[in-house]
């Protein structure tokens, strides 16, 4: 102890002092102008005074998950509709719509039988619109492949009566995970559906992430119109290694059971919930995410985060007694996951009325940490629109926030045709695919303040653009 | 099933694709030139050959916590020295340095007593380098403060035979949680030995984090000369929440026990090891964390992650074959937690041996998704060398990383006085003071990709400036 009190108190506490005095030149230092004092007030709310968190906490753990058709997807509806109703907003209400309704049944089963190591049951989720294998389940040969384009040269002769393994790991050297996601998930998408075309009896998927490890990741598989369903199943990355080693040694048989099966479709709703504008109310800026998930974990990041995100918008703006220009609408989406039949009916009905959305914002990249927003609109526009909104920046980067050309979001795409621009929220991707479609996607994988900073974030582009507008040209 | 063939694929299977697509412009898909191509070469070597993961899973899971003259500290310099003899360097040593040896003692205890609710045991941690309470503990009458400076004001009348309880909370509202932790950390560093100038006997403080949770958290302490030491303890914030409830209604007393001690100094060792420069080899770029930890947890983030991060600066320049120009150093400083004997030691040999740290940088920010680095120099100098790194910034920004003005790290500050330029390597911050200085701290609070992502950014910034060198004018 009198070791530590000179040399300690001479030199290091310099160094404390200056290590805790890092200075990161933001808003909060210096407010420019009313924008940014008005932007450091939704930040100073959304951290001290917001509802997504504990919105989260009953979505996730009160009710869980919420896949379009289920019982908790009707309870996600009710739930939010009524906390949203708590806010004191212009109109709240429940928009109807028809959804698939895809039921996993019994617990999948994906073992291999008769290896050199014995019988090993692998991780394994069958996929969404997927069908079962029948009670009594099916055996067969695996037959290894790296693409969808590998099947047309393997042919009938080698994949008729096989179980093809889709194995195409995601890039790990993207540096933007969305990017090694969107270059692997062909696999789980279609192929079931071609590899049907040639004669095999099911398909097994390398589950979509970066990570080696024993969970598996669910998602959607489509039957294209021309194709036999058959199984698909995907496995976990520790599963997949193995099976394709033990493929290099010997031939392998796996035995496939799920009961998994479409049921009728069923009615069910997007919440939609706004803030009328004062002076140009034809104008809609939407903010929103989906309210469905898979039905494995409690989907904590995709997409409840980006639902409690979109409804703490209008819980800010309103607890900041802001009175938007232009009306401010969240909409949860129903069923993005395996059908976008909210989306596609939200889209459809505003068109009919012949609604203009001015902008909208998608956050459904998961609870993390936002690193900025990616801007999408119809090319005759974008670059107009992108140079409005890029004055704001000194607005925006000292919450660390970058604008960039991108995609939106699937939910708000559709409302690309009637001309405004679209957002997508861009949390840090590091961490999402360590939790997506997976049963571990619950709310202990949320951090508070990061989910806490994507809707402070939201808001206030919202507010910028509620406040400027955007001009065509 | 039926139902989703047909809507599903006409209508949504563009916005998968267009979802899957969504641009990020990095060097990976545009190498402008031989630098973005490097970068990207350390990037994808970071990213799928690097060692920094398994070197931390060592450290934290076999080795355990690290607090200065610990045994495990010992441990974790012969593991460092010899994981950094396997890659291949020209140099590889130990630097001699003596350092404090605290020691916790048993579980400490801090109990309400005879309160209108019982007896509630709260969870505490000493702090660091603070005195135990003898064997028998001690039981006082508490008195809640909010600052250092209230201790004047109340004065020694209320405060002698009294435990003073520091509970001004860390600023949720603060983007970066550094400034937070540096507008409260004070109370943990002086408030004991502030409080005891008052005649209080022990002091308590609110632990720093923004969480409200049941994790306590410790940190160094620091008995100014003219204090007399009394102990000091940390309490999780939802304890400080529930004491502070309880003194707005009522008396409260706290039993305290601990039997933590400063034992005598200890011999210890900073680990170095580097690659000599080809060309200007006394031209020093230093690349550093620190190896000591705090006893509980096992110092994942703080800075385990930091140490192996810079190690793997080492490996991944061998593994891509560069042969530098000036002498690449990497320091795993020790006792940096509580006392700073190993950097002060570095520094001063260093000065004494007249060597030039051209460049340093420091990562002891936690192992999470890097956004950027801080950069610090000598008045005179920071401006004209920040105009030259930042020239730089289009090769770093495709990976997100922003250059700002800021402190560096508290082991590398000593060399600023060489006149070179120092960086701090800023991760995100969000989620750091959720495992700070706690039980918590390990190997499962880490992704994979941040850590790695980490050690690349480094190493890429090493490259650049070794390439192209700084002019001081």
Redesign the interface.
């Known amino acids: ?1 009198q ?7 001479k ?6 002092l ?9 808003a ?1 230092d210096k407010p420019q102008d009313e924008d940014a004092f008005f932007i450091r007030s939704i ?2 709310q959304a ?2 005074d917001s509802r997504s968190y504990v919105w989260l906490e009953h979505l996730t753990t009160s009710i869980g998950g919420r896949l379009a058709g289920s019982p908790q997807a009707s309870a996600a509806v009710e739930y939010t509709r009524q906390m949203l109703d708590t806010i004191g907003l212009d109109n709240v209400w429940l928009q109807p719509c028809e959804v ?1 309704h ?1 039921v996993r049944g019994e617990k999948e089963q994906v073992r291999i039988v008769n290896s050199s190591r014995g019988s090993i049951d692998l991780p394994a989720l069958a996929l969404g ?1 997927s ?1 079962g294998t029948g009670e009594n389940g099916l055996t067969a040969k695996v037959i290894e492949v790296q693409s969808l384009n590998e099947l047309e040269t393997l042919g009938r002769a080698k994949l008729a009566g096989k179980i093809v393994f889709f194995n195409r790991p995601m890039n ?8 090694a ?3 692997a ?1 062909d696999q789980r ?1 279609y192929g079931a559906s071609r590899a049907s075309k040639y004669g095999a009896v099911a398909a097994i998927i390398r589950s979509m992430t ?2 080696q490890d024993d969970i598996p990741h669910t998602g ?1 598989s ?4 021309d194709a036999t ?1 058959i199984p698909a199943i995907a496995i976990s990355t520790n599963a997949s290694n193995l099976l394709s080693q033990l493929l290099k040694q010997e031939e392998v048989s796996l035995y496939l059971r799920s009961t998994s099966q ?1 049921m009728s ?1 069923k009615p069910s709703y997007n919440v939609i919930a706004e803030i009328k504008g004062s002076t140009y109310p034809d104008e809609i800026i939407l903010v929103g995410g989906h309210l469905d998930s898979w039905d494995v974990g409690s989907g904590a990041h995709d997409d409840g985060a980006g639902c409690v995100q979109s409804m703490d918008v209008l819980f800010l703006l309103q607890q900041l007694n802001y009175q938007p220009k232009r009306t401010i609408r969240c909409v949860l989406f129903m069923n993005e996951e ?4 909210g989306a ?1 009916e939200y889209a459809k009905i505003s068109n009919e009325k012949g609604e203009f959305h001015m902008a909208a914002i998608e956050s459904d990249a998961g609870g993390f ?1 936002p ?1 900025g927003f ?1 801007a999408d609109a119809e090319a005759d526009l974008f670059n107009n629109y992108f140079k409005q909104v890029t004055t704001w920046s000194p607005l925006l980067e ?3 926030l970058i604008l ?4 939106s ?2 939910d708000i ?2 409302l690309k045709s009637q001309r405004g621009l679209l957002f ?1 929220l861009r949390p ?1 991707s ?2 999402y695919f ?1 939790y997506h479609h997976t049963a571990i996607d619950n709310i202990d994988a949320i ?4 989910l806490e ?1 994507g809707a402070a974030a939201m808001t206030s582009l919202i507010y910028l653009l509620d406040k400027y507008g955007l001009k065509k040209e």
């Open positions: 102890m070791y530590i009190s000179s040399t300690f108190i030199f290091c506490l310099p160094f404390f200056l290590f805790s005095s890092i200075i990161y030149l933001n909060q930040y100073d951290l001290t698939p895809w619109n069908i790990p050297t993207q540096i933007r995970t969305f990017n996601y969107g270059g998930v998408v970066t990570r959607v489509v039957y294209e119109e369903p479409m479709p395996n059908g976008l039949g596609l940490s690193r990616s000292p919450y660390g960039s050309k991108g995609g979001g699937a795409s559709p997508g840090d590091q961490r360590d951090n508070k303040r990061e900073l």
